[in-house]
């Protein structure tokens, strides 16, 4: 059974670092693109990055470009998002998902998801 479990969440200071992590269970997240994802109370849900199976192509949104890395560990089978220089805006749920054909931020064409990590930036 393919699982995805989300950890490393928890509240922070503006300006503050987390890592969060996306391990996965019962498939082998190279053979996928792996997601991240947020989702705050009232909003849809955004695309913050996606690391692409096999060679490790990394994309990014917008609003993180130059503050959050993505990251794969095969010998872990799993993803990270390092996240730096967080803002009250970042705030949100964090998810990662996997998809085995689509490499992009578009949350519609993720088959597999994981529970969430909540992440708070507050002083």
């Known amino acids: 059974q393919l699982q995805l479990v989300e950890s490393g969440g928890g509240l922070v200071q503006p300006g503050g670092s987390l890592r969060l992590s996306c391990a996965g269970s019962?498939?082998?997240?190279?053979?996928?693109?792996i997601g991240w994802f947020r989702q705050a109370p009232g909003k849809g849900r955004e695309g913050v990055a996606c690391?692409?199976?096999?060679?490790?192509?990394?994309h990014y949104g917008d609003s993180v470009k130059g503050r959050f890395t993505i990251s794969r560990s095969n010998a872990k089978n799993t993803v990270y998002l390092q996240m730096n220089s967080l803002k009250p805006e970042d705030t949100a749920k964090y998810y990662c998902?996997?998809?085995?054909?689509?490499?992009?931020?578009?949350?519609?064409?993720?088959?597999?998801w994981g529970q969430g990590t909540q992440v708070t930036v507050s002083s």
């Open positions: 690391i692409s199976k096999k060679d490790a192509s990394t």
């Open positions: 019962g498939f082998t997240l190279d053979d996928y693109t």
């Open positions: 998902a996997a998809s085995a054909s689509y490499y992009g931020l578009q949350p519609g064409r993720y088959n597999y």
